[in-house]
């Protein structure tokens, strides 16, 4: 029995249809959403102990109150069970233990339902929405975004990104980070979480997949899958280094993320402030990308352990600071980046500590950053 006009009842189901388009939740969704909450109407007003059900009809919007028997023998409770006689006057060719459905729709159910569901089907819309917003981040996870700071709470940037607010704390920027209201900003999504108010989505700025994913972006033979970033390692708001391979020998990796004059790796080095980048080639020859990890020093000799999980590494006298970097900075980089713990020595150092008998040299001649001594000149 349906209690409302037909037009009426039409208007309901677009209503919803469009509702579900807007916010893209799945119609289905709210059409359960409205029998709950009729449900609970009907329970609330007319009687809490009855077994009953509410349908919904999905073409002409009207709905429908059940009230759901057992077939038995003998009734003990009339509210939850019927007769096999009376179930087979509703529904003929039941039997015992099957469940017959009785309409029992109140005339002015309507009315009624409107009020009491309304707070029900706001909250399950509201559910439903973040429900659709988790799900999206989710599958984003670990990718770039880029949000508006709308306020700053508990020293957190709350940053308006799609129709969601995420959380930049502290912590996940740079020392050289300084925004405020107003400012968009790029990050990344390092986790989702489901919250009592909603999905949490949490970016940074410092994780060293923010710098992968930007070049990623900018550099268009990465994309194509021609060029593959191997590894990445950062002090943030400090200095970075990335790894980078070739899969075709007629491309030489370093030169096609830098680009002539440096215009490729410019949008990063522009994002990422006064951070600098140095990008060095992979090489699947351990001694090598030792090697070219320790850029910009010039390097001796590597030699490498039977794992080659240790190193030891000599470079000109002259360059031992600069191969070890201020406060251990570019070593400690290096190592992050090739996986190897290394110990960097002057010749004049290595000439007074022979190596270890598990360390033998290897061949560097095809590192970037080999040192080649000038030959010395003749007498006249």
Not at 56 to 75: C, I, N, P, Q, W
Not at 89 to 109: H, L, M, Q, R, Y
Not at 257 to 275: K, N, S, Y
Request: aromatic letters at 4%; hydrophobic letters at 40%; a negative charge.
């Amino acid at each position: 029995m349906a209690f409302r006009k037909k037009n009426t009842e039409l208007s309901l189901i677009d209503a919803i249809k469009d509702l579900c388009t807007e916010k893209e939740i799945a119609p289905e969704v709210m059409f359960e959403a409205v029998e709950s909450a009729l449900k609970v109407a009907y329970k609330k007003n007319y009687s809490k102990d009855d077994n009953v059900e509410v349908m919904l009809d999905r073409d002409d919007g009207s709905f429908h109150v059940y009230a759901l028997k057992s077939v038995v023998e003998t009734v003990e409770d009339p509210v939850i069970e019927i007769s096999k006689e009376d179930a087979q006057a509703i529904s003929p060719g039941c039997d015992i233990d099957d469940v017959v459905e009785i309409e029992v729709t109140p005339k002015n159910f309507g009315r009624i339902a409107a009020q009491a569901a309304k707070q029900f089907v706001v909250q399950k819309l509201r559910e439903a929405e973040r429900g659709v917003i988790y799900d999206e981040f989710t599958n984003r996870e670990s990718d770039l975004v880029r949000g508006k700071i709308v306020r700053v709470e508990n020293g957190n940037l709350v940053v308006e990104v799609g129709k969601t607010e995420a959380i930049l704390e502290p912590e996940e920027m740079t020392p050289n980070d300084n925004y405020k209201i107003g400012d968009w900003v790029r990050a990344y999504i390092i986790e989702v979480k489901k919250g009592g108010k909603g999905p949490q989505v949490y970016l940074s700025r410092t994780h060293p997949n923010f710098l992968r994913r930007l070049v990623e972006i900018e550099i268009p033979e990465i994309q194509e899958g021609i060029i593959e970033v191997k590894a990445v390692a950062r002090d943030p708001g400090s200095r970075a280094k990335i790894a980078v391979n070739s899969k075709d020998p007629n491309i030489e990796a370093v030169g096609s993320c830098l680009g002539q004059h440096g215009t490729r790796i410019q949008p990063v080095i522009d994002e990422l402030g006064d951070e600098k980048l140095d990008i060095i080639a992979w090489s699947p020859k351990a001694g090598v990308y030792v090697a070219n990890a320790l850029s910009p020093s010039k390097i001796v000799s590597v030699a490498l352990d039977d794992d080659a999980r240790s190193c030891r590494v000599v470079v000109p006298d002259n360059q031992l600071s600069l191969a070890i970097g201020k406060e251990g900075q570019n070593a400690r980089l290096a190592a992050k980046l090739t996986g190897c713990k290394i110990d960097i020595k002057s010749v004049k150092q290595a000439k007074t500590a022979p190596l270890s008998e598990d360390m033998h040299e290897v061949d560097i001649s095809e590192a970037s950053a080999v040192f080649k001594p000038r030959p010395k000149k003749g007498k006249k």
